[in-house]
């Protein structure tokens, strides 16, 4: 596609449940970021990938938390044992080359209610 | 690490007037100020951004500043129209570090 793909728009769970998040970058574009939006902030760093491997996960709140990005494409964010706390909008970006100073694209989000 | 402010967190204005938004940042080393506008709903989408090597930058009714020594950069839109609703995040990140900082948004109120 055009741009960054993310799916589902929104996903409501129970609280104690397994997520999964899919982000589909746009192609050729080979590093992937995931970042948190709660409501009112702006988006905040979670994990970035270059290739298959993640490159820095600084961003990820705790060990309930797992991404990966096993051929270097589609991504997959992966919540455990989900909290209301961790309702928010996911939100994935793509870069065509791991730059910092270069745009990053992001795609629409994913909304994650935990209930 | 860095930490990016970002003011007023509402602005109201009418069609046709000016919008300025600004942002402060503690890392000295940043080197890349993108601006994201965020429709309700969607994705931050970039409309400018600015590298620390260029002082101001303009894209017909937006345009970035800079200051590096002060370590703020501002947003300004200019003749304002109804469809610039929306809220606007300032980020910075540098050469080597992956990750964009953002601030905590301004929402835009233009009205008719």
């Known amino acids: 596609g055009a741009g960054v793909s993310q799916t589902p728009s929104n996903k409501v769970t129970e609280k104690g449940k397994y997520v999964e998040l899919r982000c589909d970058p746009i192609?050729?574009?080979?590093?992937l970021y995931w970042y948190r939006q709660s409501l009112g902030q702006g988006p905040e760093f979670l994990i970035y990938?270059?290739?298959?491997?993640?490159?820095?996960d600084s961003g990820l709140p705790n060990d309930r938390f797992f991404a990966v990005r096993p051929e270097g494409s589609v991504s997959t964010l992966k919540i455990q044992r989900t909290e209301r706390g961790d309702s928010a909008v996911y939100l994935c970006?793509?870069?065509?080359?791991?730059?910092?100073?270069?745009?990053?694209?992001f795609g629409q989000g994913t909304r994650l209610t935990v209930v | 690490g860095e930490n990016v402010e970002q003011h007023p967190s509402t602005l109201s204005v009418q069609e046709g007037d000016s919008a300025v938004i600004k942002c402060t940042y503690s890392d000295s080393a940043s080197n890349y100020f993108p601006w994201y506008k965020q429709e309700l709903g969607k994705g931050p989408q970039l409309i400018i951004d600015i590298r620390s090597n260029v002082g101001e930058k303009k894209d017909q009714r937006i345009a970035v500043t800079l200051n590096k020594t002060a370590k703020h950069f501002s947003l300004h839109i200019t003749e304002t129209q109804p469809e610039d609703s929306a809220v606007y995040f300032c980020a910075a990140s540098r050469t080597g570090f992956q990750k964009l900082v953002f601030g905590t948004g301004t929402r835009l109120l233009v009205s008719p």
């Open positions: 192609s050729g574009h080979t590093a």
């Open positions: 990938f270059q290739g298959t491997g993640a490159a820095d």
């Open positions: 970006a793509s870069r065509f080359k791991p730059a910092g100073d270069t745009e990053a694209f």
